[in-house]
């Protein structure tokens, strides 16, 4: 299929900060692309940079679309004066344009003059390219898809939720139908329904595809290539096969590091081995058979240099293999869990009656050694002040909490270190010895390399500083995990990880979570928060 958008050696900076350096990339048409990274990568630079939005400070952005571009920016604000038909109007200006040409040359026609028949075939074939024989349709279809079909057209935008906003912006653009679709983010604010509508609508449109996700599912479901942007290279890797093929990739990457690894140690050995060997020989103790002498010494010579040539040169290739060496693939990413003499049994957290004043309403919680529970609802439910005070951050107002066990406790937005500690002072913080000594424990954990160990915390994105929070509360020991949204902020492949150690982890987990596929595969307790009131049913 022909290249629709081509991106060469592009790079891009904000404020001295590089975040894309001489990325290449190139799209078909037709293709749904999902860009994944975590958050701070560029993952939004990147779509801006496709959709013009900003300018490369070096390189080229190249789009192909006679059809046009439609783009769905994540914080875009509407004209809050603007009505919701107004918005949905300047969505389809360019088609709404066309069509009113179409008339009047119509009625010139009518009227005999055919001077403009070239130009109204042009038009036609234009407005029949972009469906416009059917925007109104598709206008319906995506507010009712979108569930907005309730809201009147004279609705101004400023008397709408903010979800409400997001998704009029959302029903607008794919109402245009244009040839290549820009979208960031565009699950969020978005009920089941809606996202079941808005997944097979992509899935079935025609044109160019490309979205920003942190949506597993999302992905799982609707994309046919992922470009995943890599903070700490600033470059962008492309998979294809969709996220099946994304996760097949990395575990056989993962794969390989650890065989690379492995035939490294073994030629290490191995030379080591010859050089020590070859340098422990001597010419052959034979005995003098004819009593010649010198020819006898000269055989021994010989032999002395053909060893000692030998071993120069398992020496140079063990230098030149030291010099370059491969590190050890991490570990797989695991909690430490407190194991004593007698396992704690019996209820580890409890709380009666807790309450915090416009935060939390009064709840009651009761989590039993080794228990696994979900806990879900809307913003404003109370979910992060509820860890908050089950974690001994936030005092309540009323009511009383009993924990047992040590804590581990991971914010919805993490605070690891001070501005100007180094990553690993602020992973070593609190612990006995000097920052270097943790070092190795730190790379081997594969959340950072090496040259980022003395970059300061200040400078980290929040990508980076929630695997730094991770790294912390993976090395400590812990009876109970309690986890604020901890897939936020991290790139899919570090999310699957992060879920696979939490299922051998065999403490208590208390987790508020919105991921759907956390969510799907969970196996435990599930506890729903409700807005109004924190009063929830645990089951």
Same mark, same amino acid.
């Given at each position: ?11 891009? *900076? ?5 975040? +894309? ?6 799209? %078909? %048409? ?79 026609? #009518? ?7 070239? $130009? ?27 569930? /907005? ?53 992509? !899935? ?21 290539? +992922? ?78 240099? *053909?060893?000692?040539?030998? &071993? ?5 290739? /063990? ?6 060496? &491969? ?24 709380? #009666?009656?807790? %309450? ?5 309403? !009064? ?23 509820? +860890?908050?005070?089950?974690?001994? $951050? ?52 594969? /959340?950072?390399?090496?040259?980022? +160990? ?6 980290? *994105?929040?990508?980076?500083?929630? !695997? ?9 020991? *812990? ?28 403490? #208590? ?10 969510? !799907? ?19």
């Amino acid at each position: 299929m022909p290249t629709q958008i081509t991106a060469l050696a592009v790079s891009k *900076s904000f404020n001295d900060r590089l975040v +894309l350096d001489s990325v290449s990339c190139s799209l %078909a %048409a037709g293709e749904r692309t999902g860009i994944i990274g975590e958050n701070g990568s560029g993952k939004t630079t990147l779509l801006r940079l496709l959709a013009g939005r900003e300018r490369p400070d070096q390189g080229e952005v190249v789009v192909q679309a006679a059809g046009g571009v439609g783009y769905l920016a994540q914080d875009e604000r509407l004209t809050p004066q603007a009505t919701v038909q107004q918005i949905i109007d300047r969505a389809l200006s360019d088609l709404r344009a066309v069509e009113q040409r179409m008339r009047r040359l119509e009625a010139a026609m #009518a009227d005999g003059d055919e001077s403009g028949m070239a $130009e109204y075939g042009e038009l036609m074939t234009f407005f029949e390219l972009r469906g416009g024989y059917d925007a109104d349709a598709r206008v319906e279809r995506a507010l009712h898809g979108l569930g /907005l079909r309730l809201v009147s057209r004279d609705r101004t935008a400023g008397s709408l939720s903010g979800g409400e906003q997001v998704r009029l912006r959302l029903a607008a653009v794919l109402a245009a139908a244009p040839e290549v679709l820009l979208l960031d983010e565009p699950t969020n604010h978005l009920d089941e329904g809606a996202l079941s509508w808005l997944e097979e609508h992509l !899935r079935t449109r025609r044109g160019t595809t490309v979205m920003v996700s942190h949506d597993r599912v999302f992905l799982e479901r609707v994309v046919t290539s +992922l470009l995943e942007v890599d903070a700490d290279r600033r470059r962008v890797v492309r998979y294809g096969n969709g996220y099946a093929g994304y996760l097949a990739e990395k575990t056989a990457a993962r794969q390989r590091w650890a065989q690379a690894y492995d035939q490294w140690r073994a030629d290490v050995d191995r030379l080591r081995e010859a050089a020590a060997t070859t340098a422990r020989q001597v010419a052959p103790g034979r005995p003098m058979k004819d009593g010649n002498k010198m020819a006898y010494d000269r055989a021994g010579g010989r032999v002395q240099q *053909s060893l000692a040539s030998r &071993v120069r040169n398992a020496e140079e290739r /063990l230098r030149r293999l030291l010099a370059d060496p &491969v590190p050890p693939p991490p570990e797989p990413l695991r909690f430490t869990h407190v194991l004593r003499a007698r396992r704690l049994q019996g209820v580890v957290l409890d709380t #009666a009656d807790i %309450a915090v004043t416009d935060r939390l309403d !009064r709840t009651s919680l009761t989590v039993m050694a080794g228990e696994r529970l979900l806990i879900t609802g809307p913003n404003g439910a109370g979910k992060s002040t509820l +860890l908050g005070v089950l974690a001994g $951050e936030v005092a309540p107002d009323g009511g009383s909490v009993t924990r047992r066990g040590r804590i581990g406790y991971l914010p919805q937005e993490p605070h690891p270190g001070e501005p100007e500690e180094t990553v690993l002072a602020a992973f070593a913080r609190g612990r006995a010895g000097e920052a270097a000594g943790y070092t190795e424990r730190l790379l081997s954990l594969g /959340l950072f390399d090496r040259d980022q +160990l003395t970059v300061p915390v200040g400078w980290l *994105s929040t990508g980076q500083l929630q !695997r730094l929070a991770l790294a912390r509360l993976l090395s400590e020991p *812990s009876d109970v995990l309690l986890l604020d949204e901890p897939t936020n902020h991290l790139s899919p492949a570090l999310v699957e990880e992060l879920e696979t150690a939490l299922t051998g982890y065999n403490g #208590a987990i208390v987790i508020v979570s919105h991921d759907r596929r956390l969510r !799907r595969r969970w196996r435990g307790a599930h506890l729903a928060m409700r807005a109004t009131s924190t009063s929830a049913t645990k089951c």
